[in-house]
């Protein structure tokens, strides 16, 4: 699954200060066809048509991680304020299952060609976490040896559902 952590789903823009901002919910069939609207060759040329019609393929829309209440082992964030807004959601709900979820996050530049450079290490992340026995008491040496691997260091709490 992926998800959002924001109040709004913000897609690169003309500029760093004019991003695209839609509401989560809004189909990406329905933002394809704006970004094609506004500027077609600039969303062609920067990768961002391609990826949200990827996303078309997987899903109807995006989604917010704070209206979703499934139990997951394990969330992957690739930004530290996206790690913190999923932690303060967390922290924020009552412990009831006594299930462990594991919070990590690689630290990704926002940009198509970071996100290629990165997905084998996310992938790679985990593919060590899924064969460790137990990640609650691996966990430091599953982040060392990516670190070792990748050069990418993650960073990580452990929360409760």
Avoid at 73 to 96: A, C, G, H, K, W
Avoid at 105 to 134: F, G, M, Q, T, Y
Wanted: with cysteine; aromatic share 10%; net charge negative.
């Amino acid at each position: 699954s992926s998800f959002g952590g924001g109040s709004h789903v913000k897609l690169p823009g003309p500029s760093q200060k004019e991003p695209n901002t839609y509401k989560f919910g809004t189909p990406y069939k329905d933002i394809f066809e704006d970004l094609a609207k506004k500027d077609p060759e600039l969303y062609t040329r920067n990768g961002l048509l391609r990826m949200v019609q990827r996303n078309m393929e997987v899903k109807q829309a995006p989604e917010r991680f704070q209206e979703n209440f499934e139990a997951f082992d394990v969330v992957v964030t690739f930004e530290e304020r996206v790690m913190d807004q999923v932690l303060d959601d967390l922290n924020r709900r009552p412990v009831m299952l006594m299930h462990p979820v594991l919070v990590i996050n690689l630290d990704v530049k926002d940009s198509h060609e970071e996100a290629a450079l990165a997905a084998p290490h996310a992938l790679r992340l985990c593919s060590l976490i899924d064969a460790s026995e137990e990640w609650e008491d691996e966990i430091e040496r599953i982040v060392d040896q990516l670190y070792n691997e990748t050069g990418r260091k993650a960073i990580y709490a452990i929360c409760w559902y």
